[in-house]
Nanobody, 129 residues
Framework: QVELVESGGGSVQAGGSLRLSCAVS????????MAWFRQAPGKEREGVAW????????DYADSVKGRSAISRDNAKNTLYLEMNTLKPEDTAMYYC??????????????????????WGQGTQVTVSS
């Protein structure tokens, strides 16, 4: 069993920045595909960023590319998502997830949320205009 705990969400004005954290219980296997997803009320869950824990593969949704960075600290078993130039449309509950137990050739947007076995409880991001 893997437990994920997100933190770092909050309310910011448009143009601001936030860094989300996801603490992973135990350890992060280098083959784990880690990801951040978000879901706004009335909308489907969408992938935001993906990163293999070993660091050899990453990807971003077009909506955040160029203003977000996914990273990890394997020594701290923590995944991060730094988001800059935030927009009101970034408002959503943000979840981190791991594919622990499933290995993919590449950790990218091609890995849909159904392939992620373990999820955190989410952290709310609200961006006001």
């Amino acid at each position: 069993q893997v437990e994920l705990v997100e933190s770092g969400g909050g309310s910011v004005q448009a143009g601001g920045s936030l860094r989300l954290s996801c603490a992973v219980s135990g350890f992060m296997d280098n083959w784990d595909c880690m990801a951040w997803f978000r879901q706004a009320p009335g909308k489907e869950r969408e992938g935001v960023a993906w990163l293999r824990a070993g660091g050899d593969s990453s990807d971003y949704a077009d909506s955040v590319k160029g203003r977000s960075a996914i990273s990890r600290d394997n020594a701290k078993n923590t995944l991060y998502l730094e988001m800059n130039t935030l927009k009101p449309e970034d408002t959503a509950m943000y979840y981190c997830a791991t594919s622990r137990g499933k290995i993919f050739p590449r950790c990218s947007r091609s890995i849909g949320y159904l392939n992620f076995r373990y999820w955190g409880q989410g952290t709310q991001v609200t961006v006001s205009s």
